[in-house]
């Protein structure tokens, strides 16, 4: 058997355990003809991007302040465009935002695009204790709840809390509540 060069092309949409066949370029059987040769194709593991099927998982950190007033930013795609991301309403921790069409391409319909789903960790600040006074605005624009006096509530609540309510028309979802009209809870200055 002589030694040649093959040429194997990774197309785009391409996924994790894709068989790529060469005919009767592998060993010879028994009877004399080759067998075929087999590339199987593995992918490596991205530090952002996470894949399922044609879709996009990734998780990014923003702060509180960003998380209660909203936010804007460019998230680097894996070929280098950047996708916008925005939010001007009360983003929870672990809220995910998914977004259309920008997910891989289908290895068969290459016009066809997966999501990208951007889950967000809410980072909330370290080694400062808010005065009274703060704690007291705090209260007044969102309104005091019943694990703050003492009691605690288990699974989801019954109600929703302030500013929530019922449904499921959003991806902004807290314990099966999604938030509505809290920012004319808001004083002008956090709008």
Known sequence: ????????????????????????EGEPHPDGDNGDLKFIIRQQAHPVF????????????IGLV???VGFRFDLPHLDGHKVKIERTDITWPGSILRIP????????????????FVTFDVVFPRNRALKEEE???????????KSTEGEV?????????????AGLASPVVYNGFISTGIFKLLPNSLR
């Open 1 to 24: 058997m002589e030694d040649h060069m093959l040429d194997v092309e990774i197309e785009v949409g391409m996924r994790d355990g894709h068989t790529y066949p060469f005919h009767l």
């Open 50 to 61: 996470h894949r399922r099927g044609d879709d996009l998982y990734t998780n990014v950190s």
């Open 101 to 116: 069409k920008e997910g891989m391409p289908n290895f068969e319909k290459n016009n066809v695009r997966g999501s990208l």
């Open 135 to 145: 704690k007291e605005a705090v209260i007044k624009i969102f309104g005091s709840t």
């Open 153 to 165: 509530q288990y699974g989801t609540p019954k109600s929703a809390p302030v500013g929530l309510s």
């Open 66 to 68: 960003d998380a209660l």
